[in-house]
């Protein structure tokens, strides 16, 4: 059981590079979110998906995009990336919003230059 | 808006001992109220959840959890701590079609 995989584990940025964190999951969950966690801060919602063509912007989506053309995958893009996205950033699937719980991956840290 | 509130930054405690990690919530109307293990180096794993009903609510690796609506708490509790349960625990609440909302964790520390 895959549930939900993200890509890559690590990566190292030079500020004003650009990159995406690939995430995918295989229970054919309708909603899909991206989490950053930093020290002391908890889980800030970046961006959410509650299905196929639909996105909307969570706490803290300045400096990130997202876009959602399949179910499975969600991606999420830096376009110019600066110090202050250094983080570990997590995706998350749910069936639906109703049924509660969040299905994580096992987290991308980043780090930007 | 709804909100989580983790008194705790660190708890620290002997192996055996019991264990209650506190949380706090604010929500307009009937929660839906999460506990999440984080083991270092890895993504958030589900422990319990509170949707209605019994107010006292058990999960996986022995926790328990028990929603107090008039202290809008939903306070984690263990009666034995094992050395494996040294890690980043979070309280989220959410509800509908609320995006859950996440406190900003306790970490746990367990001494032998």
């Known amino acids: 059981n895959a549930g939900v995989t993200q890509t890559p584990k690590f990566q190292v940025l030079k500020t004003g590079q650009s990159m995406t964190l690939q995430c995918a999951q295989d229970m054919n969950h309708e909603y899909m979110s991206w989490y950053r966690q930093d020290p002391g801060m908890g889980l800030r919602l970046i961006h959410y998906?509650?299905?196929?063509?639909?996105?909307d912007q969570g706490e803290v989506p300045n400096g990130y995009n997202v876009s959602r053309s399949t179910t499975e995958d969600f991606p999420l893009r830096l376009l110019s990336a600066a110090p202050s996205q250094t983080s570990v950033y997590f995706c998350a699937s749910n069936k639906g919003l109703d049924t509660g719980e969040l299905f994580f991956g096992e987290g991308s840290r980043l780090t930007v230059l | 808006a709804q909100s989580v509130t983790q008194p705790d930054i660190h708890i620290t405690v002997s192996e055996g001992a019991s264990l209650e990690l506190r949380c706090n919530y604010s929500y307009g109307a009937t929660p839906y109220l999460f506990w999440y293990v984080q083991s270092p180096g890895q993504g958030l794993q589900l422990l319990l959840k509170y949707f209605s009903g019994d107010t006292l609510v058990q999960g996986i690796k022995g926790f328990e959890a028990e929603f107090k609506r008039s202290q809008s708490s939903f306070n984690l509790r263990k009666p034995s701590v094992h050395w494996s349960d040294a890690a980043e625990y979070f309280c989220a609440v959410g509800g509908g079609s609320y995006i859950p909302t996440f406190g900003r964790g306790t970490s746990l520390i367990v001494h032998p």
């Open positions: 998906s509650v299905g196929a063509g639909i996105t």
